[in-house]
């Protein structure tokens, strides 16, 4: 029976030994789950709940995992997404990432890996550490909605993702300094291990891709080092 004020999270894995103990141990640890064996099934729970995180493996019958990632970003750009995926399937971690999973986890996992990484999305928003998300700021030609997630510019609107946002939210705050590749996965990923680092390339190119629209605004590979966000002179 679901419990009220628990967070709730979707969880679609067809292995049915895995999904029990990852079930039993998760709701130990105060999350109410719900479990669907194959992607169809998980598309249409997603609709009939509301969820906090959604919890997908790559491999699914009748829909895989990036199949119905796709489907839950275009009705929610907010829920965090985290993939399961075989050690082995590197490209199925970028592939994840570029349809706006917020992060995979890699089989065979620990239950306390697991839920770590579950806390963090969870528990970021409501974390006093983290700097206000309740301002609007400027960036070129754009206007950044951290609290809403969103990227304006004049009449058009790019819903991010919580990683998206919180990516360039640590960008702006740094903007014309050069920030190396390990400040920015301690502070956005609270990780800086090899995968996560390719994870990153990911997301700088795709906020490259909605700033462009700006041309002043110049996100910068510093070869050996990291990053820079600067605004230009065009």
């Known amino acids: 029976m679901m419990q009220e004020n628990r967070p709730k999270i979707l ?3 067809d292995d049915e030994a895995l999904s029990f103990v990852t079930r039993d141990n998760l709701e130990m640890h105060g999350y109410d789950i719900v479990w669907c064996s194959d992607g169809l099934e998980g598309w249409r729970v ?4 509301t969820f906090d995180l959604c919890l997908l493996d790559v491999m699914l019958p009748k829909s895989d995992g990036f199949e119905l990632a796709g489907k839950i970003r ?3 750009p907010d829920v965090p997404i985290l993939f399961l995926t075989a050690r082995t399937m590197k490209d199925d971690r970028i592939a994840g990432l570029k349809l706006g999973a917020d992060d995979y986890i ?3 996992f620990s239950i306390e890996e697991l839920t770590l990484r579950i806390q963090v999305f969870l528990q970021r928003p409501h974390k006093t550490s983290q700097p206000s998300k309740k301002e609007v700021l400027p960036l070129g030609s754009f206007l950044f909605d951290p609290e809403n997630y969103l990227l304006i510019h004049g009449d058009r609107k790019h819903k991010l993702t919580q990683r998206e946002t919180d990516l360039l939210h640590f960008m702006i705050r740094n903007i014309n300094r050069t920030v190396s590749r390990e400040d920015i996965l301690d502070a956005v990923w609270k990780n800086s291990d090899f995968f ?3 994870s990153l390339d990911v997301f700088i190119s795709k906020l490259r891709k909605y700033l ?3 041309p002043s605004i110049i996100l910068e590979n510093v070869h ?7 605004i230009t002179d065009v």
């Not at 997603?46 to 709940?49: C, E, I, L, M, R």
């Not at 050996?224 to 600067?230: D, M």
């Open 196 to 198: 996560i680092s390719r």
């Open 224 to 230: 050996g080092v990291g990053f820079r966000l600067k």
């Open 74 to 76: 275009r009705v929610n």
């Open 212 to 214: 462009k629209e700006d």
């Open 46 to 49: 997603f609709n009939d709940h």
């Open 11 to 13: 969880y679609v894995e």
């Open 106 to 108: 890699t089989k065979p």
